[in-house]
């Protein structure tokens, strides 16, 4: 097999790399583009379990400081909706 020096990515003379694809190597751009939405989807997933995390934390922490204060009556009491 000949390698073309102009052409690191391997393949024909018409610029197509191993995968074929024409100039553009159109094999790869699909592979690329799976690996950027599949790093999307990670951070998305990343951003909003730290949002849960902050919120269930602050919670938390209200909560002690509400008890370390000496309050009793710190958690909130739910009551049916509508009873009134």
């Given at each position: 097999?000949?390698?073309?020096?102009?052409?690191?990515?391997?393949?024909?003379?018409?610029?197509?790399?191993?995968?074929?694809?024409?100039?553009?190597?159109?094999?790869?751009?699909?592979?690329?583009?799976?690996?950027?939405?599949?790093?999307?989807?990670?951070?998305a997933v990343l951003v909003i379990a730290g949002y849960y995390l902050v919120t269930a934390l602050?919670?938390?922490?209200?909560?002690?400081?509400?008890?370390?204060?000496?309050?009793?009556?710190?958690?909130?009491?739910?009551?049916?909706?509508?009873?009134?």
């Amino acid at each position: 097999m000949s390698e073309n020096p102009s052409n690191p990515n391997g393949g024909g003379p018409d610029g197509g790399g191993p995968n074929g694809g024409g100039p553009n190597g159109g094999g790869n751009e699909h592979d690329s583009r799976r690996a950027a939405l599949i790093g999307l989807v990670v951070v998305a997933v990343l951003v909003i379990a730290g949002y849960y995390l902050v919120t269930a934390l602050r919670q938390n922490s209200n909560m002690e400081d509400c008890l370390m204060s000496g309050r009793r009556n710190c958690a909130p009491i739910e009551t049916p909706g509508g009873s009134r």
